[in-house]
């Protein structure tokens, strides 16, 4: 991938000749936009829907909108949703069979068109779980080939963050606020002095094409030393942080330890934190026939480690208590994941920790098992 343009500016104007580009390429362009109380990414049509001078107010089982004095578009951090719901949808036909007049049975695989999405607003954190996505979906023998499809025509657009919430903690899983590899454009938001803009640099020929397509301005020293700045300022104030441990030692050290049983008491083993976690990727299948019986389908659709079903072997659930249960959700994340994926399942979005509605914290769960574990902390 080589990006050929230099960084450059745009202002709010280019920010809705962008969308307004996309939506012209015949993209489905998706987005955060305000709605239902929480900034959710839904489909945008225009730059009009972005959510102009929001920002949020997280804690631990604690999400609210909170009003800002400026325009910022990109001044809030992970919602409830991430891309994993565009890109690895919550239910999806696998595949259709019917059984013909002579009886027999003709099967259909289900090979929608993928939309050619464009991304806006990728965070960092979800840049990288995206990669991570891609590797455990489409890197193994057995790839998802609706996964592949729609990512393949997959643009992305992403915003560096600057206004970290109180529930991120990506700098201490090996991330940081600001853009690795990987993205289309990258955009950082600048609100200052002179004026709203976006520093925006290309990170692939298509996106150096695109910005090519939008009216800017090359970046000016002033600016490019603003969005470093800000970015680099994001990345002292994490709301929060894991140990600075060896956390796949520790977990896999911590199998036995008495604090499962404290997290266990406050589970409610909803899965939310699953649902929410743009890392976690399970899903189940089952079959739907019609009344005549000449027709059925194949669906898939997400499921949860914190689900009794998941496990369920002859004679029940190999996990049948929450305390097995979020131990093997938090072990997998942190721990075992490396040994399967090469490298962490968590990428500190924080929404595991706003969206539980119990309120438990992952990072408050693994400083609990530190203490418990009695290793030094290397500071
Ligand atoms: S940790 Fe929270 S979100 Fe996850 S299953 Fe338990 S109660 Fe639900
Ligand atoms: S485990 Fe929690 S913080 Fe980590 S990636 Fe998943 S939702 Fe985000």
Redesign the pocket.
């Known amino acids: 991938m080589t990006a050929t343009a230099p960084p450059a500016v745009i202002d709010e104007d280019g920010l809705g000749v962008l969308v307004a580009t996309l939506v012209a390429q015949g993209r489905t362009v998706v987005g955060p936009t305000v709605r239902d109380g929480a900034i959710v990414l839904a489909e945008l049509t225009s730059s009009a829907a972005l959510p102009y001078g929001w920002g949020v107010d997280l804690d631990a089982g604690r999400y609210r909108l909170v009003r800002r004095e400026d325009r910022a578009v990109f001044a809030h951090s992970?919602g409830p949703q991430s891309w994993k719901s565009w890109l690895h949808p919550a239910r999806e036909r696998l595949w259709s069979a019917d059984r013909t007049p002579e009886g027999d049975v003709t099967f259909t695989a289900a090979e929608p068109e993928a939309p050619a999405y464009a991304f806006l607003g990728v965070r960092p954190?979800d840049l990288r779980?995206i990669a991570i996505q891609d590797w455990v979906l489409t890197g193994g023998r057995h790839p998802d080939t609706g996964y592949g499809r729609r990512r393949r025509r997959a643009l992305l657009i992403a915003a560096e963050c600057t206004e970290p919430g109180a529930?991120c903690?990506c700098v201490s899983?090996g991330g940081g606020p600001a853009a690795d590899p990987g993205y289309d454009l990258a955009l950082t938001e600048i609100v200052d002095d002179d004026g709203h803009r976006f520093l925006v640099r290309a990170g692939s020929e298509e996106g150096a094409r695109l910005l090519d397509a939008l009216p800017h301005r090359r970046a000016d020293f002033v600016t490019e030393a603003s969005a470093r700045g800000a970015v680099d300022a994001a990345r002292d104030r994490m709301g929060r942080a894991l140990p600075p441990v060896d956390l796949r030692t520790l977990l896999g050290g911590s199998l036995a330890a008495d604090r499962w049983d404290d997290v266990a008491d406050r589970c409610l083993t909803c899965g939310n934190?699953t649902m929410?976690?743009?890392?976690?990727f399970c899903v189940t299948t089952e079959e739907v026939t019609d009344l005549t019986g000449d027709h059925t389908e194949r669906w898939q659709r997400w499921d949860s480690c914190f689900d009794l079903d998941f496990s369920h072997l002859h004679e029940g659930p190999v996990r049948a208590s929450p305390r097995a249960r979020y131990r093997q959700w938090l072990t997998h994340?942190l721990s075992t994941w490396h040994d399967q994926f090469d490298s962490s399942?968590?990428?500190?979005?924080?929404?595991?920790?706003a969206w539980c509605p119990a309120g438990i914290d992952?990072t408050e769960e693994v400083a609990a098992l530190h203490a418990e574990s009695g290793t030094e902390t290397r500071r």
Do not use: D, M, S
């Not at 929410?276 to 976690?280: A, D, F, I, M, R």
């Not at 399942?345 to 920790?353: E, I, L």
């Open positions: 992970a954190c779980a529930t903690f899983t934190c929410v976690c743009p890392t976690c994340k399942g968590c990428v500190g979005c924080g929404r595991c920790v992952l």
